[in-house]
């Protein structure tokens, strides 16, 4: 039996939204996938204003998530795949929690909403990176209907990684 997914807003993000995501993100457990260590606010302060671009160029972007009350809670959406290995030139989906809101459904209600979204923006096709050892984001693909497309090894951790894909 399926759980009803907690209710989630999604926008696009705010200057202030950086200094949330740096708050909500300053965690080991968080930072685990994602280079291991808290990044400086300026790198949240860059992202945030390279995904309100993403989303006046292109309908979608990384957005602020919030709960219920309004709070803060992570980022969710798509962007263009932005390395120059793996699937280069499409659009990958993601998402990130502060470590409080993991396990509730957040993630999942967070991606489906993206998924409505990028479709919408007639988007044909999403990836989602994640390393092979990232079990919780590996199960939120697989709730999205996602499949495994590819293997690969990272270049600058030398870690596996999969590449999930879903057709819109």
């Known amino acids: 039996m399926n759980r009803a997914l907690p209710a989630v807003r999604l926008r696009v993000p705010t200057d202030e939204d950086a200094v949330a995501w740096h708050r909500t993100f300053d965690h080991p457990d968080v930072m685990e996938f994602h280079g291991g260590k808290s990044a400086e606010l300026s790198v949240y302060e860059e992202l945030t204003a390279r995904q309100r671009r993403h989303d006046a160029e292109r309908g979608f972007c990384l957005w602020t998530m919030l709960d219920e009350?309004?709070?803060?809670?992570?980022?969710?959406?798509?962007?263009?795949?932005?390395?120059?290995?793996?699937?280069?030139?499409?659009?990958?989906?993601?998402?990130r929690l502060g470590r409080e809101f993991w396990g509730q459904g957040y993630a999942t209600a967070a991606a489906e909403a993206t998924l409505e979204r990028v479709r919408a923006a007639g988007v044909p096709s999403v990836v989602a990176m994640v390393l092979a050892r990232n079990t919780r984001s590996i199960a939120v693909t697989r709730r999205?209907?996602?499949?495994l497309a590819e293997v690969f090894t990272t270049p600058s951790r030398e870690e596996e990684g999969h590449c999930y894909r879903l057709e819109l």
Do not use: S
Request: hydrophobic content about 35%.
């Open 144 to 147: 999205l209907g996602m499949h």
């Open 69 to 95: 009350t309004d709070r803060v809670i992570g980022f969710t959406g798509a962007q263009p795949w932005p390395g120059d290995w793996g699937p280069k030139g499409e659009i990958e989906i993601g998402w």
